[in-house]
């Protein structure tokens, strides 16, 4: 029997390749249709990673050097969900960002802002039995782009999530409440539901936060689900 | 319930800092069983430019045809040294490799066998979404009869097939625009 299928994703929560507004797209964007690839074995199966993957000093990015980094310690948790409300367990997140300053530690980074030898700005963990991780961090900063005349980032933090299947590989970027940057921004605003890019928004998450040392931010991300098998539709 | 995925973001020009730790060119130890292969391929964009910030992974089943998946439960051998999974980021060339075994030929779509491929995911600055495309194998009579090869107009299809090239490697290239633009999946 062939394996049940990932739904589509809803017409207007996903970006198009091409995006005039997001420069980069332009050159990048495949120009020629796209094939509609049916979901086989190949699809729905993913690599599995194990706690061997990471080590615990991983989802701590403010413990990585000698000293402490610069900026302010956050929490940042979540649960991973498919599209049918159920839990994903035991997959890899990796994260990465920008310091304090709004300064990446990367050649290619060349904003005049200042790298923090305490930070490498990279983690990565596994979500629990019920879907659910947590990292400390310190709240990244905003940074200039060369998109367009004056263009900032808004704070935010990238994720990659392997999913159980490849249908479910997804990589997005939390934002933080508030920001008054995401309404300029071309890449948050890439898609044109507007409930969509909210969820890409983290909530202030004041149970927690820890006392005298770390605000807290929640961010649960949806994967895609599968489509019901015909014996389920049956019941 | 039903909740809606979340959007796709681009994984922008500093992806080394989250991805490197995890670079794994050579997805198959001594001892795996199978005909080993050595990928070679370029990423470029529609003015022909090496794109130096890709990060470019496979996933594909072992030499029995056998996914390292709980969902693949066909009666085939599983090898607990091969994952089948690689990631390469590209150089300043656009270029990525991968040394691994040709995989064997797993179910498809109303149980046909698929021919031998691997899959490929593409992430970079400038993809609001990433790229999902496969690679095939030069010379395999499966190519004729597989089922998802047969959906890409005849013309493209060697955009998803390997060349062979000098020193035994196989040449596969990911073009984003263009004369000979790699066929994508709607996936």
Wanted: proline residues 8%; hydrophobic residues 35%.
């Amino acid at each position: 029997m062939d394996p049940a299928p990932y739904r589509r994703p809803y017409w207007n929560t996903q970006p198009d390749y091409l995006f005039p507004k997001y420069a980069s797209t332009v050159r990048r964007a495949p120009t020629q249709p796209l094939v509609v690839l049916p979901h086989t074995l190949s699809e729905v199966t993913a690599p599995v990673f194990g706690y061997d993957a990471v080590k615990p000093g991983d989802s701590d990015l403010t413990k990585q050097h000698k000293d402490e980094p610069q900026g302010e310690r956050i929490v940042v948790s979540g649960r991973v969900l498919d599209e049918n409300g159920k839990p994903v367990p035991n997959i890899l997140i990796e994260i990465w960002q920008a310091n304090a300053a709004g300064r990446y530690n990367h050649r290619v980074d060349q904003h005049d802002a200042p790298l923090d030898p305490n930070f490498t700005g990279a983690g990565r963990f596994l979500t629990d039995h019920h879907g659910r991780y947590r990292f400390m961090s310190i709240r990244p900063g905003e940074y200039p782009w060369r998109n367009h005349y004056n263009a900032w980032r808004p704070a935010h933090i990238h994720f990659s999530l392997f999913g159980q299947g490849l249908m479910q590989r997804l990589v997005t970027q939390m934002y933080f409440p508030g920001d008054p940057l995401l309404e300029y921004d071309p890449m948050f605003m890439c898609v044109a539901d507007e409930k969509a890019r909210n969820r890409l928004i983290s909530l202030f998450d004041w149970e927690n936060t820890i006392p005298e040392w770390a605000l807290a931010y929640r961010f649960d991300i949806v994967l895609r689900g599968r489509e019901e098998t015909p014996m389920e539709n049956r019941r | 319930m039903s909740l809606r995925a979340s959007t796709s973001q681009t994984i922008g020009p500093y992806l080394r800092i989250g991805l490197e730790w995890m670079q794994i060119e050579d997805m198959a130890p001594k001892g795996v069983a199978g005909e080993r292969v050595s990928i070679r391929g370029r990423v470029t964009d529609a003015d022909g430019k090496p794109v130096n910030d890709a990060a470019v992974e496979i996933w594909q089943a072992n030499s029995h045809g056998r996914y390292a998946h709980p969902e693949d439960k066909q009666d085939k051998p599983l090898e607990k040294d091969f994952r089948g999974y690689g990631r390469s980021l590209t150089d300043d060339k656009g270029a990525f490799r991968f040394n691994t075994i040709k995989p064997g030929r797993v179910a498809g779509p109303g149980g046909k066998l698929q021919a031998p491929h691997l899959t490929v995911t593409i992430f970079m600055r400038g993809l609001l979404k990433h790229l999902q495309t496969r690679i095939y194998f030069p010379d395999d009579r499966a190519n004729a009869e597989d089922p998802v090869l047969a959906l890409v107009p005849a013309e493209r299809r060697a955009t998803l097939i390997a060349r062979s090239s000098a020193g035994g490697t196989l040449e596969w290239n990911a073009v984003l625009q263009g004369q000979n633009e790699t066929v994508f999946f709607d996936f």
